[in-house]
T-cell receptor
Framework: DAGVTQSPTHLIKTRGQHVTLRCSPISGHKSVSWYQQVLGQGPQFIFQYYEKEERGRGNFPDRFSARQFPNYSSELNVNALLLGDSALYLC???FGGGAGETQYFGPGTRLLVL | QKEVEQDPGPLSVPEGAIVSLNCTYSNSAFQYFMWYRQYSRKGPELLMYTYSSGNKEDGRFTAQVDKSSKYISLFIRDSQPSDSATYLCAMSHQAGTALIFGKGTTLSVSS
């Protein structure tokens, strides 16, 4: 069975641009969460979606947005990119998104903002 | 004070050594405790999962949770060069589903 997949694997953008990152959860999983991992730090929670509804949001500015599609895949959008947005963006999927459910991570998308 | 504190290391040990990795936390509402392993340029992989206090063993790995001290540990016995990675502790509470991670400890096992 395929695990969590993310695309693209890496990309380079310039300040002020917009970026869209994509995630496909494990088959049968209905919840997707997004995390940002800056070099040398642990992942930080950005969003969780379940059944196309936002279930949780971390402490990130409104430049960050996300959505989940009927097939449970998800997109993370970041507007007006800043140098500090350079990071590994991780997607995690879980079956129902409930408390304590195991979250399985994808390989991440490495974003570099110049 | 950060919610989860973890010594980033790096930690270097010879093959066969016993490794002890630790995290402390401040939020007493945390109920679910996890250890993830992350190889360079890869996503985190779940190693151990513990609910509330107690010990859990899986092969060479043992996870311990002491809620009274707000302290969790991961022990690796007979460490192997393939264990060289960054180990992240993570936790969440009953009402929330977001995982709160430590900074990660970088471990290097030399043969």
């Amino acid at each position: 069975d395929a695990g969590v997949t993310q695309s693209p694997t890496h990309l380079i953008k310039t300040r002020g641009q917009h970026v869209t990152l994509r995630c496909s959860p494990i088959s049968g999983h209905k919840s997707v969460s997004w995390y940002q991992q800056v070099l040398g730090q642990g992942p930080q929670f950005i969003f969780q979606y379940y059944e196309k509804e936002e279930r949780g949001r971390g402490n990130f500015p409104d430049r960050f947005s996300a959505r989940q599609f009927p097939n449970y895949s998800s997109e993370l959008n970041v507007n007006a990119l800043l140098l500090g947005d350079s990071a590994l963006y991780l997607c995690a999927s879980s079956f129902g998104g409930g408390a304590g459910e195991t979250q399985y991570f994808g390989p991440g998308t490495r974003l570099l903002v110049l | 004070q950060k919610e989860v504190e973890q010594d980033p290391g790096p930690l270097s040990v010879p093959e066969g050594a016993i490794v002890s990795l630790n995290c402390t936390y401040s939020n007493s509402a945390f109920q679910y405790f996890m250890w993830y392993r992350q190889y360079s340029r890869k996503g985190p992989e779940l190693l151990m999962y513990t609910y509330s206090s107690g010990n859990k063993e899986d092969g060479r790995f043992t996870a311990q949770v002491d809620k009274s001290s707000k302290y969790i540990s991961l022990f690796i016995r007979d460490s192997q060069p393939s264990d060289s990675a960054t180990y992240l502790c993570a936790m969440s509470h009953q009402a929330g589903t977001a995982l709160i991670f430590g900074k990660g400890t970088t471990l290097s096992v030399s043969s």
